[in-house]
């Protein structure tokens, strides 16, 4: 029987050498390399000969030979591509500046992604359920989606949530939804998402309250909080205040999470949204981290020490279709932030430096048509991010262009994660496409675009005066048209949309029960009954004089959640004082 296999690395599992050593082999290996490279021609020699003969016989394809950003893709690319290219400066280790390899040492040889699968809808009760099954299913977080009227800061039973109460997310009006939501899930042992903007103290302060009515320590309960204002602005549009005391209210939680929450990552820095507006993902990379810088400034402006809060400054990143691209943005992403982070504001602490991910594939990507191709879609993306290094991830479920996902859809979703995780070899070694002549040129070419980005933006005066000009909107609106043209022009194809079309079966969907608005109405309605009176309007009190005055509004939000103060109670306080945005026309 032959015996084991020397591993290619040079080293046996235990640690020790293996027979044939570095030293040994060099000058044999040296002198195959010369005799090797004497007889390779230059790549512009064989493009002239091979393969001009190639495609002289067989003519390229008519396709778009370029990303989805509009980079161009070569027939090949070789060592010439990477002229220059410094592997200690460019690369380094994972774990280690400028951690392009991954923010961990180990990656995912140590410690999986978090599977954090979406999930909201319906009462506070049916997401709880829904939460459970995840849970038993194999997720290791969870991830909530909050419905329309909690996004803009309206109570269930106001005349604004008429028809969108629990439709694209759980309602949560006060505390008690709180509680509910989370009953039996142990706070200081599942990490929670929440995907909250606007109203993101509010939650916030929800949260934290229903974990200290658990009897949690604050200082042990993880998660994070989307908390980013500036891609409303960008992107989603769901946005209640002016950008300036909006970003105020960001800052407050730079100034306060630490403190009290210090296990709680208190932004996650978003451009999946950006993404699913129709940028590209240049776009999406460069307008992303220039957000994060915007908070950065602004948290510093505010007199914070960098290395106190930058190591809870977490990323939201969506994963395309375009694999390499979608692999590149990630390494470029955690190259970029390093450098800003130690090169330009000076952080010390390693932990500043670390670019920390959350992914969630493609939504914009999946088909009403022939649904269940999605299913494809998503197991390719998830594999991007996950070469990507990314640290959490959700998959999107295959009827998601149809409605709220099923629970059969949400499990194989999840189950995508689990075949890449378990069965493909992926996460055997670390960053495995490292060195890869076309990966390494990409990502060095999108972090000069983003570069050129920021050069941008500084140049109209920061993100905010952006945002007022209507940088990113036109920006993103150009490349969307671009995409859509594509697609109607059948230059770029969609299978099963512009491309091998037929007809299908239509597939279950999950309907959201009309008689949630009502159970929601009876719960608030009880909750004004039994509270406290005098507890809740001098917790409303103290946020008003806080937002008037500039003080940090975080301990009034909390003092508001443990009163059963509403959401829109709280929101309402905060548009008398800042006012309400609204969005310029651009012409």
């Known amino acids: 029987m032959a015996g084991p296999r020397r591993p290619l690395g040079g080293l046996w599992p235990s640690g020790r050498a293996s027979v044939s050593t570095?030293?040994?082999?060099?000058?044999?290996?040296?002198?195959?390399?010369?005799?090797?490279?004497?007889?390779m021609k230059p790549r512009d020699a064989w493009l002239a000969e091979e393969y001009a003969a190639a495609t002289e016989r067989v003519p390229?394809?008519?396709?778009?030979?370029?990303?989805?950003?509009?980079?161009?893709?070569?027939?090949?690319?070789?060592?010439?591509?990477?002229?220059?290219?410094?592997?200690?400066e460019q690369l380094g280790y994972p774990g280690s500046f400028p951690f392009t390899r991954g923010v961990q040492a180990?990656?995912?040889?140590?410690?999986?992604?978090?599977?954090?699968?979406?999930?909201?809808?319906g009462t506070a009760e049916q997401t709880n359920e829904r939460f459970h099954k995840l849970l038993e299913a194999g997720q290791t977080g969870l991830s909530t989606a909050f419905?329309?009227?909690?996004?803009?800061?309206?109570?269930?039973?106001?005349?604004?949530?008429l028809g969108e109460v629990g439709k694209c997310g759980v309602a949560v009006s006060s505390l008690a939804d709180m509680e509910i939501l989370f009953e039996g899930i142990d706070p200081e042992k599942i990490t929670t998402s929440m995907t909250i903007n606007s109203p993101a103290n509010a939650i916030w302060a929800m949260y934290l309250a229903m974990a200290e009515r658990k009897g949690a320590d604050l200082t042990e309960v993880g998660g994070t909080l989307q908390n980013d204002i500036l891609k409303e602005f960008i992107a989603q549009k769901e946005y209640i205040f002016p950008p300036a005391p909006s970003v105020k209210l960001v800052i407050d939680t730079f100034e306060w999470g630490p403190q009290v929450a210090p296990r709680f990552n208190f932004i996650s820095v978003s451009g999946y949204h950006i993404r699913e507006a129709g940028s590209t993902s240049v776009q999406e990379l460069a307008f992303t981290?220039?957000?994060?810088i915007h908070y950065v400034r602004k948290a510093l402006e505010r007199g914070l020490d960098i290395d106190e809060f930058a190591p809870r400054i977490s990323f939201f990143f969506n994963v395309h279709n375009d694999f390499f691209e979608e692999i590149a943005k990630f390494r470029a992403a955690r190259r970029i932030w390093a450098r800003q982070m130690r090169d330009v504001f000076g952080a010390k602490d390693p932990r500043s430096w670390m670019l920390r991910t959350h992914a969630q594939t493609a939504g914009v990507s999946l088909t009403a048509r022939q649904p269940l191709v999605n299913v494809a879609r998503v197991a390719i993306q998830a594999l991007a991010g996950v070469l990507g290094g990314t640290n959490s991830l959700h998959t999107d479920s295959f009827d998601e262009a149809l409605a709220l996902p099923t629970e059969e859809a949400a499990t194989l979703a999840l189950r995508t994660q689990q075949v890449v995780a378990y069965e493909s070899g992926v996460t055997n070694t670390i960053d495995p496409l490292a060195g890869s002549y076309y990966l390494e040129s990409l990502t060095d070419e999108m972090e000069r675009l983003t570069l050129e980005y920021f050069e941008n933006i500084d140049a109209l005066g920061g993100v905010e005066k952006a945002i007022e000009?209507?940088?990113f909107a036109r920006e993103i609106g150009d490349a969307s048209w671009r995409q859509q043209r594509e697609i109607d022009d059948h230059k770029r194809l969609v299978v099963g949309v512009n491309a091998f079309e037929q007809d299908v079966p239509e597939v279950p969907i999950q309907l959201v029960d009309p008689a949630v608005a009502r159970v929601q109405t009876e719960r608030l309605a009880k909750v004004r009954r039994e509270r406290d009176v005098a507890a809740v309007e001098s917790a409303l009190a103290d946020l008003e004089e806080r937002a008037r005055t500039g003080s940090n509004t975080m301990p009034a939000f909390m003092s508001a959640a443990r009163a059963y103060c509403?959401?829109?109670?709280?929101?309402?306080?905060?548009?008398?004082?800042?006012?309400?945005?609204?969005?310029?026309?651009?012409?």
């Not at 419905?147 to 949530?161: C, E, I, N, R, V």
């Open 22 to 39: 570095p030293s040994a082999c060099s000058a044999a290996d040296e002198a195959a390399r010369g005799a090797y490279n004497a007889l």
């Open 60 to 88: 390229e394809r008519d396709a778009l030979f370029e990303t989805l950003s509009g980079i161009p893709v070569a027939p090949l690319y070789t060592e010439e591509d990477l002229a220059g290219f410094d592997a200690a």
């Open 106 to 121: 180990s990656m995912y040889r140590s410690k999986l992604w978090t599977m954090r699968m979406f999930a909201g809808f």
């Open 147 to 161: 419905d329309l009227p909690t996004l803009m800061g309206y109570d269930s039973d106001h005349p604004m949530a």
């Open 289 to 292: 981290l220039a957000d994060g």
């Open 469 to 471: 000009a209507g940088y």
């Open 566 to 587: 509403t959401l829109g109670e709280q929101m309402d306080v905060l548009r008398a004082v800042y006012g309400v945005y609204e969005e310029p026309v651009l012409i």
